[in-house]
């Protein structure tokens, strides 16, 4: 065996124990249950342990202890006929709350908490208007960076609005059909 065919196998095992690190990363900083960071974490993981397993068996005639199961397929009741002409955009834009005061101002409301105010603010100037990291400032907020993502839509059926009851419960990062991300620029203050 030559030292080249050695170094796929051990390029796959670091592959692997960097998908772990990057999938324990996002575990500890998920931001809800069903986070698109943890969910494409995971599946990284089990890309790389295929990966490490399949190198360590043609290089070494070696498995790994990992029974990695299939994804479990799709069954004919599940089938869905997507309309090409209707999609989901998913955008988040996270923020910092530095004036409580300022944001509260900026509603025209009384709002009951800051994230109160943060929503009241997004649905009187549109989301839009969120995303600008100095216009955020002089309203108490800094910006830590947006993405949004254009998916297919799974979940809806004509005009009803059940979907919103699980708004991104079909947030699947392998469904994603476009993103734009914005990270982020901002500068502390002196």
Excluded at 41 to 60: F, I, P, S, T
Excluded at 63 to 79: C, G, I, N, W
Excluded at 147 to 162: E, N
Excluded at 167 to 172: L, T
């Amino acid at each position: 065996m030559s030292t080249e065919e050695n170094g796929v196998a051990r390029s796959a095992l670091n592959g692997f124990v960097e998908a772990l690190e990057q999938h324990w990363a996002a575990v500890g900083a998920r931001a809800s249950e069903n986070d698109p960071a943890v969910t494409a974490a995971y599946r990284a993981v089990r890309a790389a342990a295929a990966a490490y397993d399949d190198a360590l068996y043609r290089e070494h005639d070696e498995v790994t202890p990992f029974e990695l199961p299939d994804r479990a397929p799709e069954s004919a009741d599940e089938d869905v006929d997507l309309d090409p002409r209707r999609f989901s955009v998913l955008a988040r834009w996270d923020f910092t709350i530095t004036d409580p005061k300022a944001l509260n101002l900026a509603t025209n409301e009384e709002a009951g908490s800051p994230a109160e105010a943060l929503a009241m603010l997004a649905a009187d100037r549109g989301h839009s208007a969120l995303g600008d990291p100095d216009a955020g400032v002089a309203v108490g907020l800094r910006w830590h960076g947006a993405t949004t993502w254009v998916l297919p839509t799974f979940d809806a059926v004509g005009d009803d609005a059940t979907w919103m009851e699980n708004a991104f419960g079909e947030a699947d990062p392998d469904d994603v059909l476009c993103r734009f991300d914005v990270p982020v620029r901002w500068a502390a203050p002196h």
